[in-house]
């Protein structure tokens, strides 16, 4: 069973470009949230989403969106790029809501 | 101050040694996590709690939703169960966002 998949793995963009990372879950997973990992933050939630409706989001700016798919797969949208911006995003699936929760690689994004 | 504080911040070990992780948090939660990251980032989903004891292995978990507290026990410690550890916590309302610590960084050394 192919485990959580996030693409791409690395990514170096320049401030003020945008950026989409993607997400498949687990087959049959419906929920899929996203959290950014910093150094000097840890990890801090992003948003979370079931059955293509966000559920539930972090606090962090508008520049950050989402949206799931109707297959569960979900995308993130990173506008105007900051240096501060350079993380890496987690993604994590899980069956409902309130279960286990399955974390991908990640892909850290650098912004120069 | 942090709805999930981990003790301790750093952990050096002999192999063999018992190891204990400890997580206080204050905000009332439906289950909490414990999570395992190696260097490169990937995490791993240790145990999901909601109350009492998990044993997978050499490892152990226990919370006390009284007290607010939860311990990871690694017994007879490895090299290859140095990671950063991570407990998490999921708060008593619907959905799925997960409130972390900062982390206890393991090293055990043969």
């Known amino acids: 069973k192919a485990g959580v998949t996030q693409t791409p793995r690395y990514l170096i963009k320049t401030r003020g470009q945008q950026v989409t990372l993607s997400c498949s879950p687990i087959?049959?997973?419906?929920?899929v949230s996203w959290y950014q990992q910093t150094p000097g933050q840890g990890l801090q939630f992003l948003f979370e989403y079931f059955s293509e409706t966000q559920r539930n989001k972090g606090n962090f700016p508008g520049r950050f969106s989402g949206r799931q798919f109707s297959n569960s797969r979900s995308e993130m949208n990173v506008s105007t790029l900051e240096l501060g911006d350079s993380a890496l995003y987690l993604c994590a699936s899980s069956l409902f809501a309130n279960t286990e929760a399955f974390f991908g690689q990640g892909t850290r994004l650098t912004v120069v | 101050k942090n709805e999930v504080e981990q003790s301790p911040q750093n952990l050096t070990a002999q192999e063999g040694e018992f190891i204990t992780i400890n997580c206080s948090y204050s905000?009332?939660?439906?289950?909490l996590h414990w999570l395992q990251q190696h260097p490169g980032g990937g995490i791993v989903s240790l145990f999901m709690l909601s109350s009492g004891k998990k044993k997978h292995g050499r490892l152990i978990a226990t919370i006390n939703i009284q007290e607010k507290h939860s311990s990871l026990h690694i017994t007879a410690s490895h090299p290859r169960d140095s990671a950063v550890y991570i407990c998490a916590v999921r708060l008593n309302q619907a959905g799925t966002a997960l409130i972390f610590g900062k982390g206890t960084t393991l090293s055990v050394s043969s």
């Open positions: 087959s049959g997973h419906r929920s």
């Open positions: 905000v009332g939660i439906s289950a």
